[in-house]
């Protein structure tokens, strides 16, 4: 911790200390935030994406590394595909970036020290910080805290910080205009006449008029 009080860097801190930040701020808990807050982020994100993607973007929370790490990990749980693009592609770390600038002193901490623990674990496993590291290499770091039953006990927290950040990756993604096109919404569509739910969809969910 700093002397200002700001959680270090990732460079600056060791295993425990990043542990303790996010299993003092309770990682699971503290990546919450309201409607409110989460619609103003969405907001300036879809501004940021609305500018084109030629231009820069200058993240005001998170440091280049760290800026970096969110971009790899963002990509790795939404990856670019044959039907859309990837999280950055959406704009994914713009929105986690200014969800943080308006965050609570809980919620950045527990964001720098959880992204801080994924470094430090790739560096003990493979010897260097996660945007180093091969894609296989990666992905097994991934693999051991993406399902919390099969986790081992001393890497819940890792766990615990993953999940709520997977759960922001996939918030920011599918509101997005990519997202809404992935999901192939139907909503939001003038119709002339109801004709009623179709057969077909009364049958599977098993009910009737």
């Not at 959680?7 to 409110?36: H, V, Y």
């Not at 994406?49 to 820069?56: D, L, T």
């Not at 969110?70 to 990856?79: K, Y």
């Not at 809980?106 to 010897?127: H, K, N, S, V």
Request: include cysteine.
């Amino acid at each position: 911790m700093s002397e200002s009080g700001i959680p270090k860097p990732q460079s600056a801190m060791g295993r425990r200390e990043a542990i303790k930040l996010i299993t003092g701020a309770g990682a699971a808990l503290a990546l919450d935030w309201t409607p409110a807050e989460a619609g103003r982020a969405l907001t300036l994100s879809r501004e940021v994406r609305a500018r084109g993607a030629g231009q820069s973007y200058s993240p005001t929370f998170f440091t280049a590394h760290e800026w970096e790490t969110v971009r790899v990990l963002v990509d790795l749980i939404i990856p670019r595909d044959q039907r859309s693009g990837s999280a950055t592609d959406a704009g994914v770390p713009e929105f986690m970036d200014f969800l943080m600038t308006d965050g609570s002193d809980q919620q950045r901490t527990a964001m720098r020290g959880g992204l801080a623990w994924i470094d430090i674990e790739c560096r003990r496993r493979f010897g260097t910080p996660l945007v180093e590291c091969a894609e296989a290499e990666r992905t097994a770091v991934l693999d051991t805290i993406a399902w919390p039953a099969k986790a081992p006990p001393d890497l819940t927290h890792g766990v615990a910080f993953f999940n709520r950040f997977r759960d922001l990756t996939a918030s920011g993604f599918f509101s997005s205009r990519m997202g809404v096109e992935d999901l192939q919404y139907q909503g939001n569509t003038f119709v002339m006449a109801w004709t009623g739910c179709p057969p077909e969809a009364l049958a599977k969910l098993g009910v009737k008029y």
